[in-house]
């Protein structure tokens, strides 16, 4: 595997609402023993988090839900992806699950931000977050 830094002070700020983080951080603790690489980084997020009042997160945040124009800024690859819960998530209709690697990086992020993160393999990729437009309402 290779060596990754996963030091917070490295990493942009995020935001959540108070509830999305609670409700986060109890799917990643019952996920723990079935995915342990992807819960860890995830609560490691959520701890780090600046948590808002619902309605006041700043705009253009990623939030569950939420559809997410983003690149890989080491292959140039571009994609838009959905960010959901894992009995909703399909690779290929772009629903990313929350609970892997990928969706652990994007939640709270900003567009114009861009964070290094490790991929499935652990080597470090840096997601550039291009777009962010919010779950529908409803």
């Avoid at 959540?16 to 490691?44: F, I, N, Q, V």
């Avoid at 959520?46 to 006041?56: F, M, N, Q, S, Y």
């Avoid at 290929?92 to 499935?120: E, F, H, K, Q, Y």
């Amino acid at each position: 595997m290779v060596q990754h830094t996963l030091a917070a002070n490295n990493r942009p700020t995020i935001h959540l609402t108070a509830g999305e983080c609670d409700a986060l951080s109890e799917l990643a603790l019952s996920a723990e023993h079935r995915h342990p690489y992807s819960s860890a980084m995830l609560l490691a997020e959520l701890d780090r988090a600046e948590l808002c009042k619902p309605g006041e997160l700043p705009e253009k945040t990623v939030a569950m839900n939420s559809r997410i124009d983003f690149i890989d800024e080491g292959t140039g690859a571009r994609r838009i992806v959905q960010l959901v819960y894992p009995r909703d998530a399909d690779i290929a209709a772009g629903r990313v699950s929350i609970l892997t690697p990928v969706g652990a990086g994007l939640i709270g992020m900003t567009a114009g931000s861009s964070i290094r993160w490790p991929d499935r393999d652990g080597r470090d990729r840096v997601l550039r977050i291009v777009s962010v437009t919010p779950p529908r309402e409803g």
